[in-house]
């Protein structure tokens, strides 16, 4: 069982608000569409993803975060690093305060732009220790449109590169 996992009934109270903060600023930039469909990787309990008004899918690996929603839209138990989705699924991908938890951040990031058609949203936590090799691998993985600077998260807006 990992820490997410012992920690799920508590989750939302530690985190929920935080994550609906940052939830409410990327939907604030985005321009959906009730077409689009939108993918978030290691969306916890997907507490704040009735608010998106498009097709969502969520995917964590805690199980026990995943029971807890009780909202509309697709959740499933998922590795970032190894999403069942084919090619260019999804037109937004989207990963709030989950990406340093990956196991194989490189490799989850590369699932993450495969999967994606075009835009991507990036949270990172400030204070994580590898902040910088994060940001390092979204520079070289995608192009940066947009930054925004949340009070613990920097928010990279992002879209893919041409090939």
Same mark, same amino acid.
């Given at each position: 069982?990992?820490?997410?996992?012992?920690?799920?009934e508590?989750?939302?109270?530690?985190?929920? /608000? %935080?994550?609906?903060?940052?939830?409410?600023? @990327?939907?604030?930039?985005? $321009?959906l569409?009730k077409?689009? =469909?939108? *993918?978030?990787?290691?969306?916890?309990?997907?507490?704040?993803?009735?608010?998106?008004n498009?097709?969502?899918?969520?995917?964590?690996?805690?199980?026990?975060?995943?029971?807890?929603?009780?909202?509309?839209?697709?959740?499933m138990?998922?590795?970032?690093?190894?999403?069942?989705?084919? /090619? %260019?699924?999804?037109?937004?991908?989207?990963? @709030?305060?989950?990406?340093h $938890?990956?196991?194989?951040?490189? =490799?989850? *990031?590369?699932?993450?732009?495969?999967?994606?058609?075009?835009r991507?949203?990036?949270?990172?936590?400030?204070r994580?220790?590898?902040?910088?090799?994060?940001?390092?691998?979204?520079?070289?993985?995608?192009?940066i449109?947009?930054?925004?600077?949340?009070?613990?998260?920097?928010?990279?807006?992002?879209?893919?590169?041409?090939?």
């Amino acid at each position: 069982m990992n820490y997410y996992d012992e920690i799920s009934e508590g989750y939302d109270e530690l985190h929920g /608000e %935080e994550q609906l903060r940052k939830a409410k600023i @990327i939907l604030s930039k985005l $321009n959906l569409k009730k077409t689009d =469909k939108l *993918l978030d990787v290691g969306c916890g309990t997907g507490s704040y993803l009735d608010m998106f008004n498009c097709h969502v899918t969520g995917v964590d690996p805690a199980l026990e975060l995943i029971k807890q929603y009780r909202g509309r839209h697709k959740l499933m138990v998922g590795r970032a690093e190894e999403l069942m989705f084919p /090619e %260019e699924s999804f037109n937004i991908v989207m990963s @709030i305060t989950a990406v340093h $938890n990956f196991e194989d951040v490189e =490799k989850g *990031l590369r699932e993450m732009e495969r999967v994606g058609k075009d835009r991507y949203i990036l949270s990172i936590l400030k204070r994580s220790p590898k902040y910088a090799a994060i940001e390092k691998l979204i520079k070289e993985i995608f192009i940066i449109d947009e930054i925004v600077d949340e009070d613990k998260d920097t928010i990279f807006f992002c879209r893919k590169k041409e090939e």
